[in-house]
Every structure is written in structure tokens, then in C-alpha cells.
């Protein structure tokens, strides 16, 4: 797969929204994803758009976007904080900050009402600044800032800028600033907008003067598919395996040498040297970056030694070099990743070798390198775009090292297939960090519930709204297990939440990081819950996917199969726990501590 530009995909038409708009699934409560367009025109177009963008996106829910007054933003974004949303957006154009920076209102473009127009818009920033943190408080807000061009109110010549349009810009890009900083806020990227439509395909002066919609049809659908990709925040890919010859770097390290292969301007292999740096910036933000090459082992070796290389050795592993095939390399780097196919992608110059690595692994997605200069920047938007994040968590700070070590660990002493020895275990000195809490705002919590596969339950996915919706009911509780040992520490890599009713718990959704397995955390967590409850029973709403195997056989091993799905009772965990090393610190979702005991 080549990378392509989002300027050359065509915007989805308006007879395919309104098609996917008719195809929306019936309404129930598990499923309706829920969105409100908060905009100061009239929605007209954007909202069927944002609707089949959405509904393209999510096709198993039922989408919903509803709509406010005209020109009401303030009145429409209290209606939305005042609901528990699954997103809400907002769109603001120039006219919603004064009336006199748009064409719908003769409001007077004299010169001596500049300095007044500045002083409103400010004011109105402010004023919905607040209102923006009023209502991210409870649902998750999508902003886009004006698009279209500002009417020629200024006194300069359109080709010079006037100091008071600068100043209104400022003003924008303050409040950009501010508002960005709350988590609970996705700013659009200006950038984005930029690279689908020109500034002269935007505005439509015909609908608006008519209608009050002012966007071109075409664009209003380019502005609703960004819109959705913000709205759905998809996760970012976990790693990205890298060919190496006239792809890390330009020329053929067996042939030309560890000094002969180049990535710099006077080789006219810049663009090497682009991606490299790139690679080095995704690495150091937690990305997984390995490699796979058919290559001399020794060659590759020197060539990584050169202090000019940009991508550090240190941030790369593994380096799976041989020559065997390259799909066999790949799934080396898999399996010391322990990460499915679907989360990585595979970077080569060989079309050939894309087609083997596709063909193997077939649910990776594969991207041929091409260092036409063009080409280059097209695919570090898209690398980016892949393995975007807004903030690099302590998890992603140490899952590289957690991986070294334990790839290093001495396999004299390690497992075999049931996983680590008891001398590991005991020596391990592992300490275990329980939390208990119902905090619907644990963003590692609901990524590793809704990125997990190997480890997980019954595979069932939750939105921010629901995930919410499920802790704030007063029976439930989420935990969270924080790993570290003396290899390194592993971070939050466990989260179960489930309700108690009674003598007995119900499990509803547990997940692990596949860094954890055959640690015997999930034993900690069962007998967490035990101890923390006067409970028998936990019930457990165990589903076999096609991936959580290892999940099904522990449970096989502590529970028994029903008919609503697996239950553990009390007394049968106690036969068939097995010893547990782990220093245990168990909180409250606060940072004293509630109790700390050692088991063995």
C-alpha cells in the first residue's frame, strides 16, 4: 500500500451520505453513538454529512447527531454539558465571534469599529472558553476553528495583511492554545483543512445568503470526515517494522558497505535521512520499532555503529537480520513484541516483499517506501497520522526496556510453555500496585479495554460515553494493576471492571497487557476481589474470540463453565492458586496507601 495525500481522495457526494444516513442500524440503547453539532449556521449538509462519515466509521452503532438554534452557540453547548455525549463538536466560524465578520448581518465595516470588533471577539472567546470546559466535563469536545476567509472589512489591499486581522488571528491562536491544553478537547489541526481544500473552495455565498449554510458542498464533506476521524480518536498503531537497505538508509549495506550507504543531501538521500528521524521520534514516544532485513547480521551491525545515524540503535528492537524470508523476519518481531499483525506496520522499498509480508501476515498494513521526495513527506504524514498520540504515558516511556528485559531474561531459569519457572517467579521481586476506583477519566484504562485482544474477556469495546455510563453506576468498580520487578517496570497492565451485587462479583470486562502474561497477576486480581468483598462468587462474562486463548485456558484452570459464562468460586480459587510472589499494595484510587501485604 502507497501512501496518498488527502487531497486525493474524493469527498464522499451527497447522494452517498444521504444513502449511509438511510442504512443507519436500528436504535437501541448498547449500541447509539451519540453526537451533538454544536455550529452558529444552519447545519444543513454538515450534519448529514458528519452522520454518514460517522456511520462509515462505526457501521455495527446507530449514530445520532442532533443539532441547536440558530446562531445559539452558547445556548446549545450548555444543552450538550448538561448530557452525557460521545462526543460533542464544535464548529466556529468568524461570524459566531461578531456578527460583522460575516455577510448575513449589516452590521457596518467602518474602520473606527475595527478596535471594537477585536474587543468582542476576545470577549466572545472567552465567554466560550468556559463554556468549552463546562461541557468536556462529561463528553469529550471535537473543536474546529473558523475556516472560511474573513470579509473585506480591513482597510489594506487584499495581498497585504492588516495589523487588525493579524490581531483577530493572535486572538485565535491564544484561545487554540488555552483550549488545547484540556484533555478532554481535540483541536482540529488547521493543517488538516489546509491539505483538502483550498481557501477559495470553501466558502458558498450562495447557500448562505439563501440558507445560512456557508460551505461548499464538497468541502462541508472534507470538513465531516475530519470531523469523524477526530470524533472516533481511533488508537495509534503499537509498532512499526522497518526494511533497511534503500529504505532506512540509501544504497545496498552489503555491497556498498557500512560507509557507502548514505542518508543525507550531497547522495541525494535526504529523504533516508527524513524517515530515520521520524522513526527516532515515534520511538522515543513509545512506538515499537524493529527490524527486518535479509542482510549480513556483522554488516548491519556496522552500519548501525555510525554515529551519523539518526535513528539510535538503542530505540530498535528487535533487529531480526538473516536470510531467510522476509515474512519469517516480521514474524520474529511479532512474536518479541507479542503484539498482533493488525497493530503494526511494515515498511519496504520491494514491492515484492510487501506482497510476501501481506500475504503472510495479512492483517498488517504494508507500505511501500518510495524516496521520491514527494513520496517521503506523504508517507511521514502517514506514518504520523498511524502512531499518533496527544501525550506519551509513563506505559510508553518503558515498554521498550520492559521488552529487552525480558527477552534477556536467562532461559536456564525462564519457563517453557506454561510460562516462568518458580525460581524466576520467587526472585523476581515483584510488586504489584492494586488500584480501586470507578474513574471513567483513566484514559490507559479505557485504551488497554479497547486495544487488548490476547487477554480480554469477551472482546467487547466501550466509548468514552458508555465507558462512563458503566462506572457511574454505584455497584460497579474498575482495578488497575501497575507491574514493576527487577527486570523493569511494566506500568499499568491490567484492568477489570465489574459490579458487586450481594455475596457475589460479576466480571463484566478484564484485559491485560501482554507484557503481563504468565506473571500470575491475574491471580493477584482475583484474590484482590475476594479479599476485599465478603463474596463466594465472582461470575465472569467469558466469550472465546478468536485471539483470547490464553485468557480461556487460566480460567479453565480456577473456574467452571456455565451457561451465563464462568464462574469462580471462592473456594475452588483457593485449591487451585498457585504460590504468589508479588509485594501487593492495594489503594483506594487515591495516593495513601489502604494496605500492603506480601504472599508466598
Partial sequence: ?????????????LAQALRL??????????DTFQVALVCGFTPLHLQTFLTASLRRRMPAHHVTVSTGMYEDIAGTLRTAAAQRLDAIVLVIEWADLDPRLGFRRSGGWSPRSLPNIIEQVRMQLAHVEQLVAEAAVRSPLVLLLPTLPMPPLFPTAEWQSSAFEAQLRASIASFAERVSSNPRVRLVNDQKVNAVAPASARLDMKALLAFGFPYQTPFAAHVAGILAEAVENRAPKK?????????LWGGIVGDDGAAGVS???????QGHALYQQLLDSLAEAGVLVGVASKNDPAVVDEAFARPDLLLSKARVFPIAVSWASKAQAVGRVLKAWNVHAESVVFVDDS??????????HPAMECVLFSAEPAAVFDLLR??????????????DEIRLESLRQQSAIDPGVAAESAGYSETLLASSQATLSLVFSQDADDARALELVNKTNQFNLNGKRFTSRAWADYLSDPSAFLLSAVYTDRFGALGKIAVLAGRVNGDHAHIDTWVMSCRAFARRVEHQCLKALFERWPISTIRLDYVDTTRNGPLGRFLDDVAKRSDAGMVVTKSDFEAACPPLYHTVLVTDGVEHERCARTTG
Fill in 239 to 247: 509498532g512499526l517494522i522497518t526494511d533497511l537497505d534503500d529504505t
Fill in 1 to 13: 500500500m502507497s501512501p496518498t495525500t488527502d487531497s486525493a481522495k474524493p469527498p464522499m457526494t
Fill in 351 to 360: 514491492a515484492t516483499e510487501i506482497a510476501e509480508v501481506q500475504a503472510a
Fill in 263 to 269: 542518508w543525507d543531501l550531497e547522495h541525494h538521500t
Fill in 21 to 30: 444516513v438511510s442504512e443507519n442500524p436500528p436504535q437501541s440503547a448498547s
Fill in 382 to 395: 502517514k506514518l504520523r497520522d498511524e502512531f499518533g498520540r496527544r501525550t506519551i504515558t509513563s506505559e
